[in-house]
């Protein structure tokens, strides 16, 4: 496997004391419903050379596509068998996430899937709201989640009900033309994935209005958003 990083969260700072860029380590990682984290971490060897062949699998890979640029027009399957293109939501502000349905690690994909439902439920719930809005959780899985996958794992998070979320795999133009510019990394690994994290706001003309590049976002930021992006449609 090729090298790379990832970022995991640390349990007990204090774990990291005498540890410097490049060693070598070992730890165990840890996960709940809810979180993981490593600990029982050990240096077993000194600080190497960083080299710069080192693949980045995180938030720093940097963006081609910027606010304001309109979002090519990628494609994907639905959750229930439909193609669409993200220009079949014209006149909508959409957000949209990256994720696969095996992922391992609940503060991936599945923080991802969970902000998304707590950001519908706000929207849906707050009074005043524009009604021009969707939201996308598309998978970069091609080979495992088929529409049936993803119907059976939407309900996870939309229970039965599917307004304004709906679920889809990208096709693989969509992640060369549209995800790749938008910074996602995929390295197959096996039966695995390892991957960063892309959520991206679109306003109604199909422009990206805001990009969040790691897990630190909340569904309320989300929402103040796509509200933002919405009424600025309005005004227009």
């Given at each position: 496997m090729m090298e790379m990083t990832m970022d995991f969260p640390v349990r007990n700072p204090e774990e990291l004391a005498g540890i410097s860029v490049g060693d070598k380590l070992t730890f165990t990682l840890k996960v709940s419903k809810d979180n993981d984290w490593i600990d029982n971490i050990h240096r077993e060897g000194p600080a190497a050379q960083v080299t710069t062949t080192t693949r980045q699998v995180s938030g720093e890979k940097i963006s081609k596509l910027k606010t304001g640029d309109k979002l090519p027009d990628g494609d994907f399957v639905t959750e229930d068998g439909r193609t669409m293109h993200f220009a079949d939501f014209q006149g909508k502000v959409v957000a949209f996430t990256f994720f696969f349905t095996r992922c391992p690690l609940p503060d991936y994909c599945p923080l991802?899937?969970?902000n998304f439902k707590q950001t519908r439920d706000i929207l849906l719930s707050s009074p005043g709201v524009p009604t021009n809005w969707d939201?996308?959780?598309?998978s970069f899985d091609a080979g495992f989640d088929h529409p049936e996958v993803?119907?059976?794992y939407a309900k996870n998070y939309r229970a039965d009900n599917p307004d304004r979320w709906l679920f889809g795999v990208a096709s693989a133009k969509t992640l060369a033309e549209v995800a790749s510019p938008l910074g996602l990394m995929i390295l197959n690994q096996g039966a695995g994935i390892a991957h960063n994290l892309r959520t991206v706001v679109l306003d109604a003309h199909g422009r990206i209005y805001r990009q969040?590049?790691?897990n630190q976002w909340t569904p309320q930021q989300l929402a103040k958003v796509m509200l933002e992006a919405?009424?600025?449609?309005?005004r227009k």
């Open positions: 991802m899937n969970r939201l996308i959780s598309l993803l119907s059976s969040f590049n790691d919405m009424k600025a449609g309005l």
